[in-house]
């Protein structure tokens, strides 16, 4: 079946640390990708995408997300933690589901940042 | 600049009562709209998209239904909430289908009691 799976519902890092949040998808067609935010009873907020070209992609606020096509993979980094980026983070695939192209969203993983 | 708006924030709704949310996009035209509720600890699930007046696909069955009247309005109803009705809905626009971002609304948080 086609899906996307974000490994960890909760990721805590301290300030200054890498973060590393996953992402997996499942598609039998090259798929789009998205990260987005979510900030407390908010909507949603397009960190980066990938739709063709270059598979590391760079986004707002220092983010970044390589697609490794091998590894199904499209994983998002930053190389040091601040304390505003304590969110919710979804990643969305788009898959090819009954003969329709539908934008698929994770479960999310919640960032949290430790001082 | 497009810009999309919802309301209401909030919504407290006794179970078996009706409802109606609303959503418009300014700025742009024909879009493609979307309802997502995202429930505690269950990411987004997608309800309803339409990709013009008058249609309308249903993801889930469930106790609720979308319509779109004119090009940039969608709305979502149900005639009786129940308590699973409970969470947080979000609606969105994408210009083409699924190869560009949607842009999502600020959301309602709707509870049933």
């Known amino acids: 079946a086609q899906s996307v799976t974000q490994l960890g519902s909760h990721v805590s890092v301290s300030e200054g640390a890498l973060v590393l949040l996953r992402c997996n998808y499942s598609?039998?067609?090259?798929?789009?990708l998205f990260w987005y935010v979510q900030y407390p009873n908010q909507g949603l907020q397009l960190l980066l995408k990938?739709?063709?070209?270059?598979?590391l992609v760079k986004g707002i606020n220092g983010f970044e997300a390589e697609f490794k096509k091998s590894e199904t993979s499209f994983h998002l980094t930053k190389p040091s933690a601040h304390m505003s980026d304590a969110a919710e983070y979804f990643c969305?695939?788009?898959?090819?589901?009954?003969?329709?192209?539908?934008?698929?969203f994770g479960q999310g993983t919640r960032l949290t940042i430790n001082p | 600049s497009q810009t999309i708006h919802q309301w209401p924030a909030t919504l407290v709704q006794p179970v078996g009562s009706p409802l109606s949310l609303e959503c418009t996009v300014e700025?742009?035209?024909?879009?493609?709209l979307y309802w997502y509720r995202q429930a505690a600890g269950r990411g987004l699930q997608l309800l309803f998209y339409?990709?013009?007046?008058?249609?309308i696909s249903s993801e889930v069955p469930q106790n609720l239904s979308a319509s779109r009247p004119q090009d940039r309005q969608f709305i979502l109803s149900s005639k009786k909430l129940l308590l699973s009705d409970s969470g947080f809905y979000l609606c969105?626009?994408?210009?083409?289908?699924?190869?560009?971002?949607?842009?999502f609304g600020q959301g309602t948080r709707l509870t049933v009691v």
């Open positions: 700025g742009t035209s024909n879009p493609n």
């Open positions: 969105a626009w994408s210009v083409r289908v699924w190869d560009t971002e949607a842009f």
């Open positions: 969305a695939v788009t898959l090819v589901i009954q003969g329709a192209q539908k934008l698929v």
């Open positions: 990938y739709t063709t070209g270059a598979t």
């Open positions: 598609s039998s067609v090259p798929p789009y």
């Open positions: 339409s990709v013009g007046i008058g249609q």
